[in-house]
Structure formats: C-alpha cells, structure tokens
C-alpha cells in the first residue's frame, strides 16, 4: 500500500526526515511513536500530499506521490491537529461541502448518518466555531472518513476527545480495518497503540529507530521498546 524509500525532507537548512525506508502493506494498522519534534507530522503530511518530500520514493497504492497527487488524495483521509473544518458552517454544511469534493453519492443522508454516528445528532445545524475542542475533533473524524479510503493517516486522533469519543473513534478505525482499510496513526498514547494496532514504528530525530509487530497486545513491550529507543534506558 505504502512503499517510501530513503525519504528526506528539509526545512529551513533543518533535516527533519533522514531518510526513512518503510514498506507498510494493505490492512495494516500502524502506530508512529516518538518524542516531539521528531518528524511523525512531518511524514503524515509528505504522505497526504501536503509537502513535497526533499528526496526519495514513495508510491501509494502503486501511485507515485510526485506525479498523482489527485488520484493519492482521494484514496486517502487525512485527519491532522488542525480540524481543516469551516468554522461558520455546521457539521452537516461542512460534510456535505466536503462530499461533494469527492462527488461522493446521496452525500446529504450519508452527513447525517455520520453526525450521528460521532453522537452530535443534537448540534447537526450549529455553526463549529460553537463547539468545543472535543466536539470539532469528533466532525473532523467524521470528514476523514466520509469518501470511505482504503488509507487513513491520523495524527493524534484521541487527543482531546472524552470516554465516549474515544470508544467512536476506536470503533471507526477497528470497523475500517475490517473493511481492509490501511491505517497510519501518529500517538503519544501507548495504550491507544496496543489495542488498535499491530505493528509499531519509533521514529527519532527525523529516523526509524524501531519497527516491529505487536502479536501480543502488550502494554510493557511498547513501553519498554520505546524507553530503550528514546531515552536509553534498557
Ligand atoms: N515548515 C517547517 N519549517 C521549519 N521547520 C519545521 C517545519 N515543520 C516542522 N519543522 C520542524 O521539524 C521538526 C519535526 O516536526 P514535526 O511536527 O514533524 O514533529 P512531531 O514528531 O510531529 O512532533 P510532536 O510530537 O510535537 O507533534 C521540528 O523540529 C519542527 O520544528
Ligand atoms: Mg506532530
């Protein structure tokens, strides 16, 4: 699904991808981990098209990310820090909006089927810039995955959201995953990336210091890997 090859991209004379090599395969579920500063949002956003990498390959579904940006996109949702919603527009204005972007069918009933299904039936006609941050993230969900793609890049997807929202969001990503959808998702979160994922991939200063499988859904391995990784301690 995912082939890089010696990646980089610099910014400002800064490094902040030094060459990273993955190959992620279709109906993985992938959790990146690694201090601040490392580089993960940095690689979801060369992935989603949203920088051009300095150097290096990578292919998507079997498409050149230099030259298909459009066909790229659309197999994709990208759900990153910022919620990419229009602030004046209700939830279902902006899923509407953005179905019809991916001429998407019957996409009135299909923005209210998601509204619902994040638990915002209530706030379906209330412009965003009313919500809480807790509430933005849950639409912004719901617009990541309106196109139904087989690949997901989520960057801190749990973040901010309360009990409830956690439970949604974890049912969307397991209920795709089923579906054979590939998932990429950026954490801080070890416990999120033990349940949902089977591979986890440590990046460091801008490198893959890690990549191994999760066959056993070990909350102390992650732990223990990543200490090992990032701070050195065994
Ligand atoms: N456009 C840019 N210009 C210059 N430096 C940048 C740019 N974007 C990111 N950086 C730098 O690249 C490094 C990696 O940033 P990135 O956002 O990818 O980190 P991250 O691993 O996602 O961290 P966090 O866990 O804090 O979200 C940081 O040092 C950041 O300051
Ligand atoms: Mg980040």
Redesign the pocket.
Known sequence: MIEIKKLTKQ??N?L??RGIDLSIKKGETVAIL????????????VLATL?KPSSGHVTINGYDLRKNQMKIKKMMGYLP?SSLLYDHYSPLENLVFFGNVYGIKNVEQKSIDLVREVGLSFFLHEPVKNFSRGMIQRIAIARAIIHEPPLLLL??PHTGLDQGAINILNNVILSMKEKGTTTLM?T?DFKQATELCDRIII?KN?KIVDDFRLEEKKLNLVSEKYQLQVEGVS
């Open positions: 910014a400002d800064k902040i991808l690694g201090p601040n500063g490392a580089g993960k949002s940095t690689l979801l956003k920088i820090h960057d801190e950026v801080h990046i801008g």
